[in-house]
């Protein structure tokens, strides 16, 4: 255990000295939250304010800040690193250490999303809050049952990353799946619209999918969109049946691993 | 006139290095199919994002679905285009980091040329297909009074835009001159521009309204020349005339950017040994 928790700590460590990207990725998500709830707000701007599907228009605001602030922390684009190891071959030199594959990679992301919390998320959900009246979370209990439910996302979101990376075994050039699995995000996981928007033979399916855990569950909890014990159990669900996957698919993989060179 | 001469032969020299880059992508045909394809996944996600919200909702401030996707063509044209161009700038970072930005100075062809060309990449063509197509689709659903003066119009700004994206792309490269850093908050006006101007102008705050106005004029080649096509009041009241000022913002603002190159350029100390 102790080795993992080390491992955390070190990635925590590490995104903490990126200061420099660190300000520029806070002005970035915060333009980019600027932009979304304009485009929300001015589509509210047609209902005279009213609900839309059981979402307000600072519900809906206030999602939007959330996800943004969020983004980092569930890490959504562009991790490739167990796919990149896989074909420079350095695969088989983690594979010699004596630790879990699947808990040593989990460890370190775990590590890094609680600095990313600390350093991009909190300070995202700040500047949106000085920009725009968001909601508190609607309880006292909601509130407390944020803070899992952002833990599970990051689970959650690390299963499906490395699911995809581990593909890396049998598809050489993974930027095809990249696309269609960013192209999925954007629609499917609740990052850029509530998904109650969707037309309803969509949300039907979409329910069934674990994107939604990735991003928007945290979200619909804080704003008491979703009671807690779904919310958090649709997360369970979903961290234990990918984890589980991941180890899977690695065993599989494993069996394929031809090392080169001495 | 020599100077022409030059120019002319620059321009030669540079498409031909163009042409070798992209004769070297088609023999990955694989990865060159799978990129065009991907962008062109990521962009439509985003576009059936804008139809389920529309769906939900009636109007967009005061604009209808085909309206905002008459803007989405536009922009998406402009800033597939200027992407594709810009690949090479995007990559000067690199070269100055690595020492390889020497090779680009003693060469005997205008830098910016040259930097421009030392990447071309088409994998924004499927950005660019898809911009076409729903501008098409967007001309098919509205009823356009087309006459001379906005077919001029339209064509004037998609120009400007193309120029004032890849000044834009090129802010990164300059700074770079001065810092090793990467500057990435650039993105929040290239990516982020592009968004935005996507939608209807007056929809945003005031600040950014003002920024992406007055200090990057990309509201001025977009929302502006549109508002005059389609025959839209303009909110923010500025005067009648504001529809036609792209060619002129764009200038003055690749005229900076230029200045600014050229500073980048006097300003640069090999990293190399």
């Known amino acids: 255990m102790r080795v993992y928790l080390e491992l955390g700590i070190r990635s925590f460590r590490q995104v903490l000295t990126y200061r420099g990207a ?46 943004q602030s969020m983004l980092m ?10 796919a990149r190891s896989i074909q420079t071959g350095s695969i088989a030199m ?15 992301d775990l590590g890094r999303a609680l600095a990313h919390l600390l350093v991009r998320g909190l300070p995202t959900f700040i500047i949106g809050n000085l920009l725009y009246d968001l909601l508190p ?33 049998w598809v050489i050039d993974h930027r095809g799946i990249n696309y269609v699995a960013m192209a999925t995000l954007n629609l499917l996981s609740g990052f850029m619209i509530p998904l109650a928007f969707l037309p309803d033979p969509v949300l039907a ?8 855990a990735i991003i928007m569950i945290p979200g619909e909890i804080y704003l008491g969109q979703i009671p807690i014990w ?10 234990v049946a990918m984890l589980a996957a991941s180890a899977w698919l690695l065993s599989l993989g494993e069996r394929k691993v031809v090392v080169q060179g001495g | 006139m020599d100077s022409l001469n030059t120019l002319r032969e620059e321009l030669g020299i540079s498409w031909r290095i163009a042409a070798l880059r992209l004769r070297g992508q088609m023999e990955y045909r694989s990865s060159f199919l799978m990129q065009i394809a991907g962008s062109f996944i990521i962009n439509f996600s985003e576009l059936l994002v804008l139809f389920a919200l529309f769906n939900r909702f009636d109007n967009l401030g005061g604009w209808s679905l085909h309206e ?17 161009l810009s690949n090479g700038i995007d990559t000067v970072p690199t070269l100055i980091r690595e020492g390889e930005f020497d090779r680009v100075l003693i060469r005997p062809v205008s830098s910016y040329l040259q930097a421009m060309v ?21 001309l098919a659903t509205i009823d356009i009074d087309w006459t001379a003066a906005k077919i001029i119009l339209l064509v004037t700004a998609i120009v400007s835009g193309i120029a004032l994206f890849t000044a834009l792309f090129t802010v990164e490269a300059i700074l770079s001159f001065w810092t090793v850093n990467s500057v990435e908050a650039i993105n929040a006006f290239t990516y982020g521009g592009s968004d935005l101007a996507q939608y209807p102008l007056h929809i945003f705050a005031r600040s950014i309204r003002w920024l992406f106005l007055w200090i990057v004029p990309i509201g001025f080649v977009v929302y502006y020349p549109a508002l005059a096509i389609l025959d839209k009041p303009d909110p923010l009241g500025l005067p009648g005339f504001a529809s036609y000022l792209a060619p002129v913002m764009a200038l003055v603002f690749c005229i900076v950017i230029g200045y600014g190159w050229q500073l980048g350029i006097r300003h640069y100390r090999s990293t190399g040994s």
Not at chain 1, 40 to 66: C, H, K, P
Not at chain 1, 230 to 239: N, T, V
């Open chain 1, 94 to 108: 983690d594979f010699l250490k004596p630790v879990n594959f699947v808990s040593y990679w989990l460890s370190r």
């Open chain 1, 137 to 169: 979370p609607q309880s006292a209990a909601n509130a407390i049952a944020f803070l899992p439910s952002v833990a599970f996302a990051v689970v959650v979101s690390f299963a499906f990353r490395f699911l995809l990376n581990i593909t890396g075994f």
């Open chain 1, 205 to 212: 399916i979409v329910n069934l999918l674990p994107f939604r």
């Open chain 1, 73 to 82: 922390v569930v890490y959504m684009w562009g991790w490739w690193e167990v």
């Open chain 2, 118 to 138: 030392s990447e071309v990449s088409l994998r924004h063509l499927g950005m660019l297909a898809q911009g076409v197509i729903i501008f098409v689709y967007a």
């Open chain 1, 22 to 67: 660190t300000l520029a990725g806070l002005f970035t998500n915060s333009i980019f939250g600027v932009i979304l709830a304009s485009i929300f707000l001015g589509f509210y701007a047609s209902t005279g304010g009213a609900d839309v599907r059981g979402w307000s228009q600072s519900q809906t605001l206030t999602l939007t800040w959330l996800n």
């Open chain 2, 68 to 84: 905002v996707i008459f803007l989405h063509g536009v922009s998406q044209i402009t800033f597939s285009i200027a992407d594709t």
């Open chain 1, 230 to 239: 779904e919310g958090i159990g649709i997360q369970l669900f979903w961290s």
